[in-house]
């Protein structure tokens, strides 16, 4: 009886304590640097400003300044990220290029990676297949003046 007692006590004390202490997003929302690349050469660094409500647009799938994706299909879950969609890529208005990606990848509150499986881009009009990959991580929770919203 004393034992299930100060259990009790212990629980109703220190429980609150921890989960005033827990992660209430996902990852950071604030200031983020994320790279892309394609076959491991950097294609585009941007400067991110993730506002709490853009956090499940960030995580879902790559894109950059360059590339505008949709993704229909986008979970991130427990650390995992899983994207399917159509990326394009605009020049003053009219289609330059179009192409299917799909990947997978991981995050934390401070780190994001994502690795895209066999995209394919158009460069000088010829077509390369290979992999993309984006390496995110978290900077400061104050967005500095050349930080883009994120709106992708």
């Not at 994320?34 to 790559?62: E, M, R």
């Not at 990220?81 to 990606?101: A, E, P, S, W, Y």
Request: hydrophobic share 35%.
């Amino acid at each position: 009886m004393k034992t299930t007692l100060a259990m009790t006590f212990a629980l109703a004390v220190f429980a609150p304590a921890v989960a005033s202490h827990a992660q209430p997003y996902p990852i950071n929302p604030g200031h983020w640097e994320a790279t892309t690349s394609f076959y491991n050469l950097p294609v585009a660094t941007d400067q991110w400003c993730v506002q709490p409500k853009d956090i499940h647009k960030f995580l879902g799938g790559l894109s950059n300044h360059i590339y505008h994706c949709n993704y229909p299909l986008n979970t991130a879950e427990g650390g995992q990220i899983h994207f399917k969609g159509v990326c394009t890529q605009t020049k003053r208005g009219k289609l330059v290029q179009q192409f299917d990606m799909e990947g997978d990848g991981s995050y934390t509150p401070t780190t994001v990676h994502m690795k895209a499986h066999e995209c394919c881009i158009k460069w000088n009009g010829i077509p390369i297949s290979g992999g993309a990959t984006l390496e995110g991580h978290f900077v400061s929770a104050n967005c500095p003046a050349e930080a883009k919203p994120f709106k992708e």
